[in-house]
């Protein structure tokens, strides 16, 4: 079955950088989208970006741009999330969701609670 | 502040329908028929229930339905269960790679 697990949880202080993990199953990795979202203590679903495993190619919400980094690692079949310069305001569950087509959705990780503190 | 704008809360009771409506632009909602529904119990992550406006995923009870006008989408639940009460997000295709895709800010459904 399809399963996105991603690691942990993570502690940061404010400057840091985070780099969130987020290992596919169960499907073909390099024939799906993947996006990442986060949600803020008793907050809405923030998009932040997409990457393309087939070749790497990323594309991030203009409120991450020069922030955010998303890489693959096609041998382990894993996605990566970088996000630097950390701030209070980036503490947040941080999800990888697959797209099979058109912004689908439909399969998403568990989560990974990142602090600024 | 998000996109795609729904209302903070709705309740309904046992038995009842409810709807939850999504208001977006000619940019988002208007320009494609490609609006997501997801339900989320606290917790927990995010679970496709209504992807292209009205289509649901198999598994997904035939309670939960999507439609689409204009710039508005709506999700309706019908016959109200108990684990329908959860929080409840829109989202709409925009374009691809920077472009991506916009949420709105939520909609907590509380069944009486």
């Known amino acids: 079955q399809v399963q996105l697990v991603q690691a942990g949880g993570e502690v940061k202080k404010p400057g840091a950088s985070v780099k969130v993990s987020c290992k596919a199953s169960?499907?073909?990795?390099?024939?799906?989208?993947v996006h990442w979202v986060r949600q803020a203590p008793g907050q809405g679903l923030e998009w932040m970006g997409m990457?393309?495993?087939?070749?790497?190619?990323?594309g991030y919400a203009q409120k991450f741009q020069g922030r955010v980094t998303m890489t693959t690692d096609t041998s382990t079949s894993t996605v990566y999330m970088e996000l630097g310069s950390l701030k209070p305001q980036d503490t947040a569950v941080y999800y990888c969701?697959?797209?099979?087509?058109?912004?689908?959705?439909?399969?998403w990780g568990q989560g990974t609670p990142v602090t600024v503190s | 502040q998000s996109a795609l704008t729904q209302p903070a809360s709705v309740s309904g009771s046992l038995g009842q329908s409810i709807t939850i409506s999504c208001s977006g632009t000619s940019s988002d909602i208007g320009g494609y028929n490609l609006v997501s529904w997801f339900q989320q119990h606290p917790g927990k992550a995010p679970q496709l229930i209504i992807f292209?406006?009205?289509r649901r995923p198999s598994g997904v009870s035939s309670r939960f339905s999507g439609s689409k006008s204009g710039n508005t989408a709506t999700l309706t639940i019908s016959g109200l269960q108990a684990e329908d009460e959860a929080t409840y997000h829109c989202?709409?295709?925009?374009?691809?790679?920077?472009?991506?895709?916009?949420f709105g800010g939520g909609t907590k459904l509380t069944v009486l």
């Open positions: 169960g499907y073909p990795f390099t024939k799906f989208y």
């Open positions: 969701a697959r797209d099979p087509k058109n912004s689908r959705l439909d399969h």
């Open positions: 990457i393309n495993p087939n070749g790497g190619r990323t």
């Open positions: 989202c709409s295709y925009v374009g691809n790679y920077s472009l991506g895709v916009t």
């Open positions: 292209e406006s009205s």
